[in-house]
């Protein structure tokens, strides 16, 4: 069987055809227009999913399934897209409007960051795992839990966004628009914002030369640490306890058997190693609980479209 996985962006509709091993076998995209509406996207995704499976080759007998995923909030159970991010869709039918426009496979749709730690699960670095929670550090603060072989959505799966969890009182503003989350902590656009303060109070720092000459970007920050700079140092610990904080929370509540990092950032060694020795101090009833592996997410570019795979083979049957 092959299983059809479409990553739906802000800037390209991705789609990746795979085999039960997880091996991509055909990759398309398109790029989405800036203000296109909401339907004619839809169209848009119908024919890619056409097209993938014509160009491939594959009798149409031989897909097991269509599973996409959305960065943003999805009822998965009643097929409903209710918002997404940079993408004109508003409380839209996605599976209900697919089917209108030709494609009979069953179609399965998740929030992006689900669809992530699934693919984890099935072929990546939790792979076999049936207890997994990944984070995905980017401008946001993605989650997906799975717990006992089962994805975590909550009521109609509008939960497992730990982003939002509130760690501080009156806090730093979250991308929600809110204060105190742990997006607005530990997200790769937090890490920046805290290197920015950190460099007007330090301006002698080797980090704010660095920034000013190769731009603030991530990378930087790790690189002056690795060199040595005090203030990119410090930075990082900061960050990786802000990170941990929430981890911490997060493996109390659901004590898996990975703890995944996705995102950009997430392939520093200066994250990983400190992470893990931050949870392993810190988690509850750590001298006699079995250890939680902490690791970066496999899979990295083609993430999406082999999560929202995942996602079409989830829905036949659990891990
Ligand atoms: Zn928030």
Known sequence: MYYVGIDVGGMSLKAGLIDENGNIVKKMSVKTVPGRK?????G???TLIKDIIKEAGIDEKEVGGVGMGFPGSVWDEKGIVRYCCNIDFVNIPMVKLLKENGINYPIYISNDANCAVLGEAYFGAAK??????????GTGLGTGIIVDGRLL?????AGSECGHMQINIGGAICGCG?????????????LLRQAKDACEKHPESMLNEEFKKKGYEGYVIFECAKAGDETAKKVVAKYIKYIGMGA???CNIFFPEYFLVGGGIANNSEIIAPLQRYI????????YNPKIKVLAAKHLNDAGIIGAACLAIHGSSAL
């Open 280 to 287: 392993s101090r810190n988690i509850y009833g750590s001298k």
């Open 248 to 250: 911490v929370s997060l």
């Open 178 to 190: 809110k204060k105190g989350h742990y997006e607005a902590y530990a997200s790769a656009t937090a």
């Open 38 to 42: 909401g339907e004619l996207i839809v």
């Open 44 to 46: 848009d995704l119908a």
């Open 128 to 137: 076999g795992a049936k207890n997994v929670v990944l984070i995905t550090l």
């Open 153 to 157: 959505t909550g009521n109609k799966s």
